[in-house]
């Protein structure tokens, strides 16, 4: 439902690519956009959303601006569909609780897209925090540093906010799953130090967890144009037996191009949006819970949220919000 967000095409393509998964059609409010997406991965495009609900479907995947996130969850909830709503899951809170209390109403599933969780990386790093590898956690520092996405991502009515609820919620999401813990402060700095505009394209955020765990993260859209790969998510995570370092997209090669005057990544590893689908998919098939909830989703919004409330305050906000 919609390609607005540049994620819906890699979901799509994790679709048709799965042989338990059948993409039975696209619906965008682009009429245009929709149709070169149906023509691209074959399949039927629908000039409404309610055509596309009226079909014989199980699930859907919303990517959408995020302000119409909830607009789209709730039509889909209606129709009794399972839905995978793109992060962050709503821009504001009460998008969220109305969201994930329509879809527990209807009886259906909401997953949040959180696919680093899918990572490789990420998974052997769960692996050894929960086996004791580095005894017990004392400190993270995370990234999630990118490019300026432009387009709707900047334009605050429908984005809900610049880099930081773009990129905080990834990580966020992660150091709770990491650590089976709820952050109970923010204090962030948050500016538009790098593009000079109206939207923030830098913070930087102090998080303190009920576990004692004191985490710090950058939330940025600060890598030039001419940077060879979207962006980053790395994690140092301090214990009190030990450190891990790591890096969650460094399976990659590098080509340095005369034809095209541009250095390159070449991501050769693991297609954590190709795991996400197919663990949706999963759910589904076989009436599961989902592995990513939508409270997940909403927990790391509150997160950003916070931030940018303290950002303006100058104080550390206490969480949950109110």
């Known amino acids: 439902m919609s390609f607005?967000?540049?994620h819906a095409?890699?979901?799509?393509s994790a679709a048709v690519r799965n042989?338990?998964?059948?993409?039975?059609?696209?619906?965008?409010?682009d009429k245009e956009r929709g149709q070169k997406m149906a023509d691209m991965f074959e399949t039927t495009y629908y000039p409404s959303y309610e055509a596309l609900l009226a079909g014989d479907i199980e699930a859907v995947v919303v990517t959408p601006e995020n302000a119409k996130h909830k607009e789209l969850t709730l039509m889909a909830a209606e129709a009794g569909k399972h839905v995978m709503c793109e992060k962050p899951l709503a821009p504001n809170l009460a998008d969220g609780r109305e969201m994930i209390e329509v879809c527990r109403a209807k009886g259906v599933k909401?997953?949040?897209a959180f696919p680093c969780r899918f990572s490789p990386a990420m998974?052997?790093?769960?692996?050894?925090?929960?086996?004791g590898a580095i005894g017990e956690i004392l400190a993270i520092k995370g990234t999630n540093q990118g490019k300026m996405p432009g387009g709707w991502f900047i334009e605050l009515e429908k984005s809900g906010g610049g880099a930081v609820i773009d990129h905080t919620v990834h990580v966020v999401d992660l150091m709770r799953w990491l650590m089976k813990s709820e952050p109970k402060e923010v204090y962030a700095e948050i500016s538009n130090l790098m593009h000079h505009q109206d939207y923030d394209d830098v913070g930087v955020l102090t998080i303190t967890f009920d576990n004692g765990v004191f985490t710090t993260?950058?939330?940025?859209?600060s890598?030039?144009?001419s940077f060879p790969f979207w962006g980053n998510v790395t994690m140092e995570i301090t214990g009190t037996e030990g450190v891990i370092l790591m890096d969650m997209f460094a399976q990659t090669f590098t080509v340095y191009s005369d034809k095209n005057m541009q250095t390159t990544w070449n991501f050769w590893g693991s297609d954590i949006d190709y795991l996400l689908v197919n663990d949706f998919a999963m759910a589904v098939a076989n009436n599961l819970p989902v592995s990513i909830t939508g409270e997940d989703g909403l927990k790391a919004v509150e997160v950003a949220l916070g931030a940018y409330e303290s950002a303006r305050s100058g104080v550390p906000i206490k969480l949950p919000l109110e």
């Open 4 to 6: 607005a967000h540049m």
């Open 9 to 12: 095409c890699s979901y799509a």
């Open 19 to 29: 042989p338990n998964i059948i993409l039975a059609g696209v619906a965008d409010d």
């Open 110 to 112: 909401l997953m949040t």
């Open 123 to 131: 998974r052997r790093v769960k692996e050894a925090v929960d086996g």
């Open 217 to 221: 993260l950058d939330s940025s859209w």
């Open 223 to 225: 890598r030039p144009k």
